[in-house]
């Protein structure tokens, strides 16, 4: 990876207008190129990418919420093939959703409870080469969203298992319905439907209803179709 040279062309993915403007502004002061690319201008993630690869930056601070396009993991990877160093400055603090933006090639994850001037001083040490996160810490995080992978991929297996009808079931468990409310929404009797979730925990692996919709979250999933707003 190229490493940038003083007066780095820094983009600024960011949809938080005040915030953009107060790091653009001190970027400006220390002598970087620094422009703003807002994700509310753009339809896709795609069109967001192309914008900011015309502008040709050799490092961007990308927020992970992109608001309509979604999670700015996605173009972590994209960026960083395109010779971009990544430094994602995000409010989320889940330390699992950090240690998948090192795993895609981001150089470090800072929160935006943290200072500008921790963002600018990664900056400077990505100017000079030098490491911007202990490999310790760097490894740490990695391996915990490898896990998290893993156990996400388990998860999902166990949902596969499911019929049909226990995948409307679990959905509608999802919402917070009652066994009572989802016999007289299929129209038959409290036993059966005792008898479904019954499968579902034992094909889930865990002892509860909390436990199959916690697990069922986690693993980001939903039923197919839209089934479980049916």
Do not use: Y
């Amino acid at each position: 990876m190229t490493r940038p040279a003083r007066g780095t062309r820094v983009v600024l993915v960011e949809d938080h207008v005040l915030f953009s403007e107060s790091l653009e502004l001190a970027l400006d002061l220390e002598g970087h190129d620094a422009s703003s690319v807002s994700p509310t201008a753009f339809a896709s993630s795609q069109a967001l990418l192309s914008r900011v690869l015309r502008l040709r930056p050799q490092l961007v601070l990308l927020d992970l919420d992109l608001g309509a396009l979604g999670d700015g993991r996605l173009l972590i990877a994209p960026l960083v093939e395109a010779g971009a160093e990544v430094v994602v400055v995000t409010a989320a603090t889940d330390r699992t959703r950090w240690g998948e933006c090192l795993a895609l090639g981001a150089r470090r994850v800072l929160p935006k409870s943290g200072s500008l001037n921790e963002i600018l001083a990664t900056i400077r040490r990505i100017e000079r080469g030098l490491p911007v996160l202990a490999s310790g810490e760097r490894d740490a995080l990695i391996a915990l969203a490898r896990q998290h992978s893993r156990e996400r991929a388990d998860a999902r297996q166990r949902l596969e298992r499911l019929t049909p009808r226990e995948v409307e079931v679990l959905g509608r468990l999802m919402l917070g319905e009652t066994v009572r409310e989802i016999a007289v929404h299929f129209v038959v009797s409290e036993a059966t439907v005792r008898t479904q979730v019954k499968s579902i925990l034992a094909k889930l692996a865990v002892s509860s209803q909390i436990a199959a919709v916690g697990l069922a979250n986690r693993a980001g999933w939903q039923p197919p179709g839209g089934a479980e707003g049916a």
